[in-house]
């Protein structure tokens, strides 16, 4: 499944390196004060990517139960 891209604005780098987000983004993402935000890049690209680390957590939680479960299925099958 392929999302299209949005613009939700521009920021600038202030002189201690903050940055405000875009309302437009806040709004889309539900992001409130004290949200916890990932921040991921490789040295060299040309992007930065934010992840929300609560959803972040939700993912690998729930990875973890598919793990077991697959864990226990093929445990089942090797007896």
């Keep these: 499944m392929h999302h299209k891209q949005e613009f939700y604005g521009s920021t600038t780098v202030g002189e201690r390196g903050q940055i405000v987000l875009p309302a437009k983004l806040r709004k889309a993402f539900r992001l ?3 949200d ?3 921040v991921i890049g490789m040295p060299g690209a040309t992007h930065i990517t934010l992840l929300k680390a609560d ?3 939700e993912f690998f939680e729930a990875m973890t139960g598919h793990i077991e479960q697959m864990r226990a299925n093929l445990t089942e099958k090797g007896d």
């Design 32 to 34: 409130k004060r004290g």
């Design 36 to 38: 916890k935000l990932l």
């Design 55 to 57: 959803m972040v957590n």
